[in-house]
Structures are given as structure tokens and as C-alpha cells.
């Protein structure tokens, strides 16, 4: 398994000199399957860039989205598949979002905000409300399961399992959230036990709070207790605050660092960052899953 990043930004895009390290992209990621198979999570801006690379390919692309803030939708009218004749695109949506989140996908597609309408696209659309699972790669060792996200307006996190290399994506997600509770933090620890890469909502620090308590996100320090408490191999800090400069992120790692050693925990912390790829390899023998990050 291979994960690439696109789009690391939570929100709005932020480019600029303060974010060339990190990016200003928003959410993307590229899971490349030792089957072959692809899995895009989101439509955030950074899929623009992603699309020119399923372009050469003739199989379905599979879009995974998490919920239909724009943040994880507005790239989609840039995705090159989309425009390519008869291309097939199974677009993966929780059975709780359902059909809102597929018009919410397409109407930014309406003539108006954007000049090619959906409607007009040469490309098949297949959407896909249940069951991912099993209509997915169950067959070829791969295992998709879902956990509802602690976020305003709902959406999914997904954990990927492939011959016991294991990848999830939670994201946008407040661990404590001051109202409505969808999943308890110690579901999520049962849920993440002893995955090997962890991307997860980090978007906030002590000093947004309680100011953006209820948005639906993370505090970065909430995050790191987490991978420990779910012995987590490596922790991928994802969806930044567009706010967050490349210093400010700098200093979030070593934070983590230190954090992660004091607890003498075997889980290692990084911020994601667009063109980061972590490659999985799961022993033929057995063992730790090896984790190469560059
Ligand atoms: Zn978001
Ligand atoms: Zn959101």
C-alpha cells in the first residue's frame, strides 16, 4: 500500500509563502493498492494534480469522500478523468450523507458556479451508497470499514485493510465535541487499535478553543493521546488550519516528538504535507508492518 498526499489543508485553500512546505491545498489522498486497484479519499483542491495521473488509466477511478464540505468536493470540476469519454468514476458515499452529498458533489457543476454543467460530463458516474465493503475488494484480501465522524452535517472516516497493512483516514472530526456525540472516544480507539498509519484531524490548538469548540475538529494535543491510546504505528497530523504557517508546523512536530517520547510510546508523529508518500510493507513472513515515509 502506498499513500500519497495532495491536499493537506483544512477549509479554504492557503497558498502562499507562509504554507510552500506543508501546502495550501485542501484534503486529497492517494492510496495505491498492492492489487493495483486505486482509492482517492476526497475532492478537496489537491485532486487536480492527482488527476492527471488516473488520466492515463482506463479502470474505474474510486473516489472515497468523507462529507460534502467543500473543502473535500471543490476540486472536483478540475479532475481530469471526469472529462475523459465514457470513463467509469464510482463516487463512495455513507448511506447517512446519501443522495445530499452526490448533489452537493454535482451542483458546484451547474452553469454558474462553475461552466461545465454535470450534467454535460462524457464520463459514467456510479454512485455508491452501501455496503463498501463488500462491494469494494473483499475479494482481493482488502477490507474497507466505516466509523461515523463526530462533525456538524455528518460524514465517514474509513479504515483500509489490505493483508494486514492497515491505513485510516478521519478527518473532519472533533474528538470532544460539546453536543451531538456520534462516536465515543474510546469507540475510536477501538476502531484505530494497532493501525499502521493514522491521518487524522488535527486541526486546532489550545488557542483556537473555545472560541471554534462545535466546528468539528480536533485539537491537535487530543490527537496524539489518541494514537497513543490506540497504539497507532505512525500518526499522520492532517487537515491544518489554513492559519497554521510552515513554522507554526515545524514546532507542532517537535511538540509531538516530545510528547510521543515522554510517553514512551512506539507510535511516531508527522505533519502531513502535499507530495508526502508513505509506503507499507507487510512482511511475507509476518511481523511489523515497515513504514517508509519520504
Ligand atoms: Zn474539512
Ligand atoms: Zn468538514
Not at 491545498?25 to 495505491?32: A, M, Q, R, Y
Not at 453536543?179 to 484531524?201: A, C, E, F, P, S
Not at 510493507?281 to 509476518?286: E, F, I, N, T
Request: charged share 20%; hydrophobic share 30%; with cysteine.
Amino acid at each position: 500500500m502506498i499513500i500519497t498526499f495532495y491536499g493537506v489543508r483544512g477549509s479554504t485553500p492557503a497558498p502562499g509563502p507562509l504554507t510552500v512546505k506543508y501546502g495550501g491545498n485542501t484534503s486529497c489522498v492517494h492510496i495505491e493498492l498492492e492489487t493495483g486497484h486505486d482509492l482517492i479519499l476526497d475532492a478537496g483542491t489537491g485532486i487536480r494534480s492527482l488527476g492527471h495521473k488516473p488520466a492515463k488509466k482506463s479502470t474505474p477511478a474510486s473516489i472515497l469522500l468523507s462529507h460534502g464540505h467543500w473543502d473535500h468536493i471543490q476540486g472536483y470540476p478540475f479532475f481530469d478523468p471526469i472529462y475523459q469519454p465514457d470513463r467509469d468514476i464510482h463516487v463512495y458515499i455513507s448511506v447517512q450523507s446519501g443522495r445530499k452529498l452526490l448533489s452537493t458533489l454535482f451542483s458546484q457543476m451547474d452553469g454558474t458556479h462553475f461552466p461545465v454543467r454535470a450534467e454535460d460530463l462524457p464520463s459514467n458516474h456510479f454512485p455508491k451508497f452501501k455496503g463498501i465493503e463488500s462491494e469494494l475488494y473483499e475479494r482481493e484480501g482488502i477490507q474497507v470499514v466505516k466509523q461515523p465522524l463526530n462533525h456538524p452535517g455528518g460524514g465517514v472516516a474509513y479504515r483500509i485493510n489490505e493483508n494486514g497493512a492497515s491505513c485510516a483516514y478521519v478527518t473532519d472530526n472533533e474528538l470532544e465535541p460539546p453536543k451531538k456525540l456520534t462516536t465515543r472516544y474510546d469507540q475510536w480507539v477501538n476502531y484505530l487499535h494497532g493501525v499502521d498509519v493514522l491521518i487524522h484531524d488535527a486541526q486546532y490548538t489550545e488557542d483556537d478553543m473555545p472560541h471554534k469548540h462545535g466546528w468539528g475538529h480536533s485539537l491537535i494535543s487530543q490527537v496524539r493521546q489518541l494514537a497513543t491510546d490506540a497504539e497507532v504505528g505512525t500518526l499522520v497530523m492532517f487537515h491544518h488550519d489554513p492559519e497554521r504557517s510552515d513554522s507554526e508546523l515545524d514546532e507542532i512536530q517537535i511538540e509531538n516528538e516530545k510528547y510521543l517520547k515522554s510517553k514512551h510510546a512506539p507510535t511516531r508523529s508527522v505533519c502531513a504535507a502535499e507530495g508526502m508518500r508513505i509506503s507499507l510493507d507487510k512482511p511475507v513472513l509476518g511481523g511489523a508492518t515497515r513504514i517508509g515515509i519520504d
